[in-house]
């Protein structure tokens, strides 16, 4: 049974960081082909990505968040973690763990709620 589980969430105020953590079970986030990532949805608005690493180890990060938050993956304690500095109100939302394997399987964690204040 494939589980991830978030944790690193908060209430931060604007400008400040937050590091966003993601451990997996029943699957190997090293797998060949395997990507992983960080999602996130605001209220209202459909889930979006924030960050990435594909499985030639390449990343890419959304428009929005570029310069501000680094996504690492560590591939020992099969952890994938999400640094996020200068936070703005307007990253507040429920971030969600992702990995998507070589054949098309999609992982979820429960999500973790970042609340950035003004």
């Known amino acids: 049974q494939v589980q991830l589980v978030e944790s690193g969430g908060g209430l931060v105020q604007a400008g400040g960081s937050l590091r966003l953590s993601c451990a997996g079970s029943?699957?190997?986030?090293?797998?060949?082909?395997?990507?992983v990532g960080w999602y996130r949805q605001a209220p209202g608005k459909t889930r979006e990505l924030v960050a990435q690493?594909?499985?030639?180890?390449?990343?890419k990060y959304a428009d929005a968040v570029k310069g501000r938050f680094t996504i690492s993956k560590d591939n020992a304690k099969n952890t994938i973690s999400l640094q996020m500095n200068t936070l703005k109100p307007e990253d507040t939302a429920v971030y969600y763990c992702?990995?998507?394997?070589?054949?098309?399987?999609?992982?979820w964690g429960q999500g973790t709620q970042v609340t950035v204040s003004s």
């Open positions: 992702n990995t998507r394997t070589l054949f098309a399987n999609d992982y």
């Open positions: 029943g699957i190997l986030f090293a797998g060949a082909g395997n990507i």
């Open positions: 690493i594909s499985g030639d180890g390449s990343s």
